[in-house]
């Protein structure tokens, strides 16, 4: 079992910064690539990042270029770096990882993000 809460979502003016945390916790050993993804409402979840164990990232277009993900091993934490926010970056920022050797998928409760214009 693997449990992810995150943090540090909050309101920000466009053109602003926020940093999101996911620490993990149990059995952390069992993860492999970190992921966040996000909702909008009325919208279906969607990929933003990747980071895999050995730190190799990937991004979705939308975001390529704003947004930084990156991980601390040593503490579980993923980390997501948001620069240059708009206001179709509002949603509900969710980390996700899936074990490899289960095909488990854990998902963290969310945390807001709100972009005003």
């Known amino acids: 079992q693997v449990q992810l809460v995150e943090s540090g979502g909050g309101l920000v003016q466009t053109g602003g910064s926020l940093r999101l945390s996911c620490a993990a916790s149990?059995?952390?050993?069992?993860?492999?690539?970190m992921n966040w993804y996000r909702q909008a409402p009325g919208k279906q979840r969607e990929w933003v990042a990747t980071?895999?164990?050995?730190?190799?990232?990937t991004y979705a277009d939308s975001v390529k270029g704003r947004f930084t993900i990156s991980r601390d091993n040593a503490k579980s934490t993923v980390y997501l770096q948001m620069n240059s926010l708009k206001p179709e970056d509002t949603a509900v920022y969710y980390c996700g990882v899936v074990v490899p050797s289960t095909a488990s998928v854990y998902w963290g409760q969310g945390t807001q993000v709100t972009v005003s214009s």
């Open positions: 149990g059995s952390v050993y069992s993860i492999s690539a």
């Open positions: 980071i895999t164990s050995g730190r190799s990232t």
